[in-house]
């Protein structure tokens, strides 16, 4: 079928909630999120000739039903659309969704609300990838600095980075494209390990599972810190003993901290040589993570934070302060590719290091793609950078990440990697999949319905 | 009925989806909200003797049906408990319900879920006025400084205010305390009207109304600028003349500039004196309003803005960074009383008045109280201070403001003023409510169930 308007407009926007029981085996587990059930909202959009589109936002199980409730409401902008029309401005239909003038209220551009955004933005990147037969990393490292600017809603931006700016930098960012995108297709992009180091695992198992990792080729690794400083001392000594001190080793403290709190509970972790501290305080605390960031930096450890930064006006700020020292973009919270492309034009600029926070449900699936274009047609470098890089839920998507010798193998499927697969559909959807159903019946979980 | 346990467990949360149809004459528009239909999702909470207590927070229409569902999931966390037992130690219950492990991450206390635990907690609030008797700014006011810092999560303050110091200020503030009450009781609160200054009002209009408050004794009057520049320096022109140079006049932007743009906008205004500039830019930026705020200051234009500030972490920020002299916390957007109370502390440390966005459904009732709490046992005077008054929609309430000689009247009943009247929920609950039912059979709106 040709692709006439009448074929590519937008005939339905679905929306699946869709959970997987984490919790039974601490998976992900942190100092903030006890129990997490890794989950998404998937928003499926199809066009007349039938392509379809696959998208989601991640969740931790309970809260996914809102985002869901907020896609369905943020659908009435998409549906009826012609998908390229959006394509062509894609910058003013971003912001079509979030400013809509009755439903910016209750955001803006933040929450629950940005989460749909995300799901549905991401979506319509992947169902691009499809119509232009490109995963949607080189999708992004083909397109013309003019077009890929026309994506990016520059709004409150403007005292950082413009749109003029944004273009010297991406036309820059050009030179070397072919010889890094044939580096990027043999080797893949460098990342590191979580997996090693949530908090509810066992000595036992993070030794084992450290081995793992170190076999497999990984040479930086991160742990979960913040419940309790004695028994961080131990993990990191435990953990330095097994993979040396050549290796780098990050922390995560999940924003259990006070300002004052992190430094102190830090320099009590500084004989670890860890290269960062991760979300010490809350994700909302630009002014906070600065001061910790200026007490830290004469012992060697940087900040990471924004896996919860909630938009590209809070990440400007934490550029602006050099709050952060290491920028972890998300795939699925800012409001999807187009505001995540503004996040890495001021990291860029100001000289900050993008490392994108992974795992959950298709963070790694789609975070690939971002950085390996940064890799390709921004930043032109992957030097002391890592994709993070988590062993959980793969099996659920069609097109799973593939990691070779601790690096991401650069995607060749066209779109976004993000389309579930029928059996994650059948199983998991929540709460009437088989899954979900066999454990209602088992006692396992209790079934929401009854 | 006698309170015992049994008497006093919650037996149900009800949640309603309340709209009023103020996009058919303008009302409330602005720069960027062109089309507000003024709403509120609107919390039932049923004790088992029968009692209720009533709470809401406001929306624009669209999008409410999504606070709705949030308010729902959030529910489980209420209902069940023992309603004293949850003001024993109300901070840690507060926090039961922004921290929630799973629900956290599609906040964490920001957007949709923090506007449905706001709806929550201010119908726990006005339950609390009526088991005691007492209106909320006097349960507030009468309370020992050690129970009201227990109402307060001090998390992720520590930096800029700590719970000793919480009590230090109360224990001043309560300094006074009889007399201030006398006054209040006798003469009101200050407000200022922004009933004459929407943006969608014709010249004629806005005379009328100008005139109609200057009658009524309003010495504060704020204006929507920020949509066109000509059209604004003729529009503070034509106020000017009507109102005189000796009574205050504020200006409001709803965010639609840059920083820079902020700037450069407000150079032409200040020759209209303007007492401040509110919402100049993105209601994230602290660093962005910093930056306006210094650039304002030799022109003697204060920076005001709060209402869309979506926690306590970045109303910190704005305060400890001096980008707003005026905080106008809102009584719906942030968690709820108990984390104004720590707004109100940190501004009252920090030096910085306090003035109320109101307006909307609901906002001026609940508001009052807190302003009320402050002039009382916190910062203990009115001075240089108003809270916002628009006239809209008190007329669904049961107990509605009073407002005499441009002062809000201490409110007498017990609670919170948050109960809508009957005949308001048989006509405005969206989308089955009498008024709509009406609506959509004529035409005037599109029936969402259709």
């Not at 460098?190 to 066992?202: D, K, N, R």
């Not at 010798?405 to 059948?426: D, I, S």
Request: net charge negative.
């Amino acid at each position: 079928m040709s692709n006439t308007s009448e074929n590519l407009k937008i005939v339905s926007l679905d929306v699946k909630d869709m959970r997987f029981p984490t919790s039974l085996h601490a998976d992900g587990s942190d100092a903030m999120h006890t129990d997490p059930d890794y989950s998404c909202a998937y928003v499926i959009i199809r066009l007349q000739n039938g392509l379809e589109g696959y998208g989601l936002t991640f969740t931790l199980g309970r809260g996914t039903e809102i985002v869901v409730e907020a896609i369905r409401t943020l659908s009435s902008i998409v549906v009826g659309k012609v998908v390229t029309d959006i394509y062509k401005e894609f910058g003013a239909f971003w912001r079509s969704l979030t400013s809509e003038s009755q439903l910016r209220w209750i955001g803006p551009e933040k929450g629950v609300t940005h989460l749909a955004t995300a799901a549905i933005i991401n979506a319509l990147w992947d169902l691009w990838g499809r119509l232009v037969k490109k995963p949607v990393w080189q999708l992004l490292a083909d397109m013309e600095p003019e077009q890929l600017v026309s994506c990016i809603d520059f709004r409150y931006l403007s005292n950082v980075i413009t749109k003029e700016e944004a273009l010297e930098l991406l036309k820059k960012g050009r030179e070397g494209r072919e010889e890094r995108m044939n580096v990027l297709l043999q080797k893949g992009y460098p990342c590191y390990t979580t997996q090693a180091g949530w908090l509810g695992y066992s000595n036992d198992k993070i030794r084992e599972l450290a081995n793992k990792f170190l076999n497999a080729g990984f040479t930086a690794f991160k742990l979960k810190v913040g419940k309790n400083l004695q028994d961080d001392i131990q993990r990191l000594e435990f953990v330095r003993n097994i993979i040396g001190w050549d290796r780098t080793l990050m922390v995560d403290a999940n924003q259990v901290w006070e300002v004052q709190e992190a430094i102190d509970w830090m320099k009590h972790l500084a004989k670890f040589k860890p290269l960062w501290i991760e979300e010490p305080t809350s994700p909302d605390d630009v002014l906070g993570h600065a001061e910790i960031a200026r007490a830290l930096k004469p012992l060697g450890i940087s900040i990471a934070s924004g896996e919860m930064c909630c938009n590209r006006v809070l990440f400007k700020q934490f550029l602006q302060a050099d709050a952060i020292q290491y920028c972890q973009i998300d795939s699925a919270r800012i409001g999807g590719v187009n505001e995540i492309l503004s996040v890495y034009l001021m990291a860029k600029k100001l000289g900050v290091k993008v490392c994108p926070h992974a795992g959950g449900v298709g963070l790694c699936e789609m975070v690939q793609h971002l950085q390996m274009w940064d890799f390709v047609a921004l930043s032109g470098t992957s030097e002391g950078k890592w994709v993070e890089y988590v062993d959980q839920q793969h099996e659920q998507f069609v097109y799973p990440t593939v990691i070779e010798n601790a690096h991401y193998l650069a995607p060749r499927a066209p779109g976004y990697n993000t389309e579930l697969t029928k059996e994650a559909l059948e199983n998991y959807v929540y709460p009437q999949g088989k899954e979900w159903e066999s454990m209602f019946a088992k006692g396992i979980f209790t079934d929401p319905r009854k």
